[in-house]
DNA sequence: GTCTATACTCTGATAGAC
DNA sequence: GTCTATCAGAGTATAGAC
């Protein structure tokens, strides 16, 4: 077997993985991962209880699996938003927006990775709260090259700010339709304005004086 | 069967009911709803599962009237929290922080009111959402009267404000450790002044001028 | 109101052919 | 790598005695 095809082997296990976990993932948000049995799940992806049991050794696993991949979105999504813009401020509003349109609109993945945590148990539980830390380690090293600049009130917790600012996004998660009255965008906006008034380090602008202060 | 006795009766009813949703509501937290069996159930209320079937006739229907108890203990605290004193920005400092206590440390079943939606389908679901309605019709009553008397910027939707503050608290629980770095009181006071820092309306005061503004 | 005993279903997982 | 067939166990719920 050539190298060219071994290559091409392994993009096409990619590709499989990657169809697994995503059909996995909608049935575990829609239904919640302990009332999805694995004939559900075998049958999102044209197979049979068996041939899961091939690729993964228990229900539990593929979920691990699945929040891996999670991360990966999660990470790659906020990474994008800092590099997207320079001004400090707009890296943190759109790393607002971003978690929370993958959130609630773009990846089944990311939901189940932050709503299923309670299905694991023992080793897998850890491994789990090990994938979010990582992500949380992404926002704190963010917010803390904001403070060393200066920009955010020294009185301010960072951890608090942080895990304040991610929880409120994430129960979003809980309530929001894509029909409802409110977008992702009026919500992360909303979030975004909250935080900025209350953190930032700037001098006091008084509204509506047309620079004249 | 005189007048006293069902009375009685009535109040030894109540406290066997609270007995047995304090009970469940314990297991719940700790292993999930689905993780919990009806033997354990019934073995921590020191009954049988045949028991349980007499009070109760299914697990689901437990687990609702479970919430409909946490909604009552929910909804008092709030009240109590608002009528301990009159200052409205001291009222919702007090509501923040009972709501936080009761949800990381007083109540296992405001808890699992929270966490456990996902366990109940169709009617029941609808039921639970209801109750969680109720309960923070209490706090968008609360804000639109302060709302009234000119406290809060006229430009904050004071509905988002209670989804986005209910939801920071309400994700604490998922990382709170009560040895943790954290207390109750810190979380409470930082959510507070967070979103006074941001919504209220008042004239802007400089910090550290000693009133000399 | 609680107990004993059990029916019945569902599900996660395995063995082995192809 | 997928299929067929099936097992073993757990869990909800019920029937009926006490």
Chains 1, 2 share one sequence.
């Not at 699996?65 to 979105?73: F, K, T, V």
């Not at 850890?126 to 600049?149: F, G, N, P, T, V």
Request: net charge negative.
């Amino acid at each position: 077997m050539g190298r060219k095809r071994k290559c091409q082997n392994e993009l096409v296990a990619e590709s499989d993985r990657e169809f697994v976990l995503t059909s996995a993932a909608r049935l575990f948000r829609e239904q919640g991962f302990d009332h999805t049995s694995v004939k559900e799940i075998s049958e999102a992806c044209n197979m049979l209880p068996g041939s899961l049991y091939y690729r993964y050794p228990s229900k539990e696993s593929l979920l691990v699996d699945l929040m891996r991949l999670a991360l990966e979105q999660a990470s790659t999504a906020l990474l994008k938003a800092f590099q997207e813009v320079t001004d400090p401020a707009e890296q943190i509003r759109r790393a607002i927006n971003a978690h929370l349109g993958l959130l609630v609109g773009g990846s089944d993945m990311v939901y189940v990775l932050l709503f299923e945590w309670r299905s694991l148990r023992g080793a897998e539980r850890q491994e789990m709260i090990d994938l979010r830390d990582r992500y949380e380690a992404l926002w704190d090293s963010k917010l803390r090259s904001l403070s060393e600049l200066g920009l955010i009130r020294p009185d301010i917790d960072l951890s608090l700010l942080r895990l304040i600012g991610i929880g409120a996004l994430n129960w979003t998660a809980t309530w929001f339709r894509k029909d409802g009255y409110y977008s992702s965008e009026d919500i992360g906006d909303f979030v975004w304005r909250l935080i900025r008034d209350s953190i930032i380090n700037q001098p006091l602008i008084i509204k509506d004086t047309n620079g004249l202060s």
